[in-house]
C-alpha cells in the first residue's frame, strides 16, 4: 500500500486454482483504498497481508427510474402524491429538471447488489411498477421505480 493509500502490487498467497478467476481478485483489489500508513507521523508505504473471502452472488437485474428531490420534505411531499395515485412519469417530467447535472430519470437494467445495501434491501422484493419510499443518496433523496422487464 502506497503512502497515499493506493494498492501497487497485489497477490494471491492461496490461489484458487481457476487463473481467469485469481486474475480478476488480483485487479479488484488494485482497485482498493486505505488510510493513508502513517509511521511516526509520516505517510509511508507499508506491506499489508489480509486475508480475504471472494463470494460470488447471482446479480439482481431490475429495470429502475427514479425521482430525485433535494429534500427529505419535497421527497416526501412527491411520495405523498404518488401515494394519491399521481403518474411516476409525469412526476419525472414535471421534476426532472431537479435531477443532478448529468444524471437522467431512467437508470436501465441494474444489479441492485452493486448499490448501498439499504437502497437494494428496498428494491429487492418491489414489484413491477411499484416504487420505493424516499431514499437517502448522496445529497438527495431519491423514490425509485421498478419497470416493466423488457424480454427479448
Do not use: C
Not at 54 to 77: T, Y
Not at 96 to 115: C, N
Request: hydrophobic share 40%; aromatic share 8%.
Amino acid at each position: 500500500v502506497k503512502e497515499d493509500g493506493t494498492v501497487e502490487h497485489a497477490r494471491l498467497l492461496s490461489p484458487s486454482g481457476d487463473p481467469a478467476w485469481d486474475s480478476l481478485v488480483e485487479k479488484s483489489v488494485l482497485t482498493w483504498r486505505y488510510a493513508p500508513p502513517m509511521r511516526n507521523g509520516v505517510p509511508t508505504d507499508v506491506w499489508v497481508h489480509q486475508q480475504i473471502v471472494v463470494q460470488f452472488e447471482e446479480p439482481i437485474l431490475m429495470s429502475l427510474s427514479r425521482l430525485s428531490a433535494p429534500s427529505q420534505s419535497q421527497a416526501d411531499s412527491l411520495y405523498a402524491l404518488l401515494e394519491r395515485g399521481a403518474d411516476f412519469d409525469a412526476l419525472v417530467s414535471q421534476f426532472g429538471a431537479r435531477m443532478p447535472e448529468g444524471q437522467s430519470a431512467f437508470l436501465g437494467t441494474v444489479d441492485v447488489r452493486t448499490l448501498a445495501p439499504r437502497i437494494g434491501d428496498a428494491l429487492v422484493d418491489l414489484r413491477e411498477g411499484g416504487y420505493t419510499h424516499p431514499l437517502r443518496s448522496g445529497n438527495s433523496y431519491v423514490i425509485y421505480k421498478k419497470l416493466k422487464r423488457v424480454t427479448s
